[in-house]
């Protein structure tokens, strides 16, 4: 099972200090956040895309190539790509391009946002939300799978030989999750290609959550790709930790009452109860996070939210150091609780090493397929 990160890159003041950040140190701030997820041995790092302000991480591929950079292990992948909005085209070049130069330690996660605005600002109507999901997708795919595409469609002008550059690495895509809060649509979606979904699960009571896993499971194994069991499912969550819960709770509380996002709205004693923030002590946080299994059953990527609502950055990276000291103990639980026949998390060197076994992919000499699965 996969853990990780994931941020949504706010510039929001710290309530305890007025202080504000910098958009130039909000966005070293999230590479900082990367790279100490790495230290800690997480192994994702998703980053958000927004166009709006407060939020400043508008290129999640700069970010990024900069990050891949700078690491060599961890995942990068986002936390929304926004489908609708984006060229798939462009979509199709750049993480190609980013996969290329992090030897294939990239993912993505197509999402439709949570920004009204956003669909005119480049050209599109909110209310085709869903249909440009679904066609700029179904275009994203072949882009990347059809070395030569023709296609026309409803939403962007007709495409006559075109080859989309660079090729994904050892003709691999990217792997895709698919992420919604609400739309069954696209729940319907990844499992009709066989991708992942991944349900951000931080707003919404666990009822919520069980009910769009379980559809999106039952229409997986209907589209063929296996037992519901085996569809690959991800989750977000939220959590602040400190050694003694009162402490965590007091210091955390000034961030909840202000985020941008659920502040000045249900108390935060309301909020973990019915959502999945934990706000406590290590063991509350490992038997909260354990505890979502028991109604989503098993599954492969756990993300979290740990650095929004003005959180300074020193303290950001004292939450990951923790993480990475119960970090150990959830891997340890999930796997004893893990059914047997349960995929693993989908990795390139994994897709890659089965694409050969198939004999779907060229590469066939065994230290060849190694050195190219670990980036040499």
């Known amino acids: 099972m996969q853990f990780g990160v994931f941020t949504v890159g706010d510039v929001t003041p710290d309530p305890t200090t007025g202080v504000e950040p910098t958009e130039r140190e909000r966005i070293k701030a999230m590479v900082s956040i990367a790279q100490k997820a790495e230290e800690v041995g997480l192994d994702v790092f998703a980053t958000g895309e927004h166009h709006n302000p407060p939020f400043v991480p508008s290129s999640p591929t700069t970010l990024l190539g900069y990050i891949a950079a700078t690491t060599e292990k ?112 696209i729940a319907e979606q990844a499992a009709y290609y066989g ?20 559809f999106y499971r039952q229409r997986f194994s209907h589209y063929g790709h296996g037992t519901p069991e085996q569809a690959i499912v991800g989750l977000g969550g939220q959590f602040f930790m400190r050694k003694k819960s009162q402490d965590a709770v007091k210091e955390f509380r000034p961030y909840f009452d202000n985020a941008p996002v659920y502040g000045h709205g249900p108390s935060l004693e309301d909020f973990s109860q019915h959502t999945p923030l ?86 066939e000499d065994a230290s060849e397929l190694a050195s190219v699965s670990s980036g040499e």
């Open 195 to 214: 991708d992942g979904f991944l349900h951000n699960h931080i707003f919404w009571p666990a009822e919520h959550t069980a009910r769009m896993v379980k």
């Open 278 to 363: 934990t706000v406590g002590s290590p063991q509350q946080v490992i038997d909260r996070t354990l505890s979502f299994r028991e109604y989503v059953g098993d599954y492969q990527r756990q993300l979290f939210l740990i650095d929004h609502a003005g959180l300074p950055l020193k303290t950001v990276l004292e939450q990951l150091d923790q993480l990475g000291e119960i970090l150990p103990t959830l891997r340890a639980e999930f796997a004893s609780r893990r059914a047997p026949g349960t995929p693993d998390a989908p990795t390139h060197a994994a897709r890659l090493a089965a694409s050969v076994a198939s004999g779907q992919n060229t590469i």
């Open 74 to 185: 961890i995942i990068l992948s986002t936390s929304t790509t926004l489908i609708t909005t984006n060229d798939p085209v462009k979509i199709a070049e750049d993480y190609a391009m980013l996969q290329q130069l992090a030897d294939g330690r990239v993912d993505l996660v197509m999402g439709r946002g949570n920004t009204g605005p956003v669909y005119p600002w480049f050209g599109q109507d909110i209310r085709n939300g869903i249909d440009l999901a679904l066609e700029n997708y179904a275009l994203l795919r072949r882009l990347w799978t059809e070395d030569v595409v023709d296609w026309e469609g409803k939403f962007r002008t007709p495409l006559k030989g075109f080859t989309a550059t660079p090729r994904p690495l050892d003709g691999i895509p990217p792997f895709v999750w698919h992420g919604s809060i609400r739309s069954p649509e």
